[in-house]
């Protein structure tokens, strides 16, 4: 009998040297954890490095998907779930920022009725990651608890799974960069026979952030006002 399988997202641009040895090795190490078989569908946002996916090109294991411009990740997960066909698709970043067994459970809550599970990072993740993004982190939190009352704080981690009807949710989404993810679960709370499932993750001890723009975070300001009050 064939093992079940699972559809991981990934969206790059303009990876670093190596980045697709991290790739394999966090692919086997998750279809160890899980027992599944693993489904990379990997989604280039307009990278200008076309020889990065050299490799990746022919492989025949792999579903590959290029974005002709460099358009965010909202744009990009959402290519890459139009080609995501399993009973389980979980999305994440290239490096596989999150432990395995963080991953495994976002899985196993969708294989135990969850219809879309949500990574929730802990304290102890703030911690780790550097005092600008901590403060960015804790201010959005701190206006969607206090001001608009929201029911999931913690929106903005890069690590969620759903069924295929949560994934008919996220493809009604239409922010093209980082607050995807918070338009998403705004929908999806919306739909109040939806089981979301909020499910605890550690961040790997070495991995490295990168930084944030000015340019960057006045458009998402823009579409934080676009979700909420447009």
Same mark, same amino acid.
């Given at each position: ?10 969206p ?6 190596g ?15 899980t027992a599944?078989?693993v489904r ?16 990746l ?6 579903l590959?998907?290029?974005? =002709? ?12 779930f ?12 290239v ?6 067994d963080?991953?495994k459970?976002?899985?196993?809550a969708?294989?135990?009725? =969850? ?7 802990e304290?102890?993740?703030?911690a780790?990651v ?9 201010a ?7 001001i608009?009352?929201f ?12 069924n ?16 995807v ?6 929908r999806a ?7 979301i499932?909020p499910v605890?993750?550690q ?5 490295e952030?990168?930084?944030m723009g000015?340019?960057?975070?006045l458009?998402?300001l ?6 909420f009050?447009?």
């Open positions: 009998m064939s093992k079940s399988h699972l559809d991981l997202v990934l790059v641009y303009n990876p670093q040297s980045w697709f040895s991290v790739v394999k090795s966090g692919l086997k190490q998750l279809e160890q954890a599944k078989s990379l569908i990997i989604v280039d946002d307009g990278s200008p490095k076309a020889a990065a996916f050299d490799e090109v022919k492989s025949d294991t792999i590959f998907v290029k974005s =002709a411009q460099n358009k965010g990740k909202g744009a990009a997960l959402r290519l890459g139009a080609k995501a066909t399993a009973d389980i698709v979980l999305f994440t970043d490096d596989f920022p999150y432990e395995i963080s991953m459970r976002m899985a196993d969708i294989e135990n009725g =969850a219809d879309v599970s949500l990574g929730y990072r304290d102890d993740y703030y780790s550097p005092w600008f993004r901590k403060l960015l982190s804790e959005f939190r701190f206006v969607l608890k206090s608009l009352k029911p999931i704080t913690d929106t903005q981690c890069g690590l969620k799974g759903m295929q009807r949560g994934k008919e949710v996220f493809m009604q989404t239409t922010i093209d960069r980082f607050l993810d918070m338009e998403f679960i705004k709370t919306k739909n109040r026979d939806m089981k499932e605890v993750v961040l790997r001890k070495d991995v952030f990168s930084s000015v340019g960057v975070l458009t998402e823009m579409n934080f006002w676009k979700i009050f447009v």
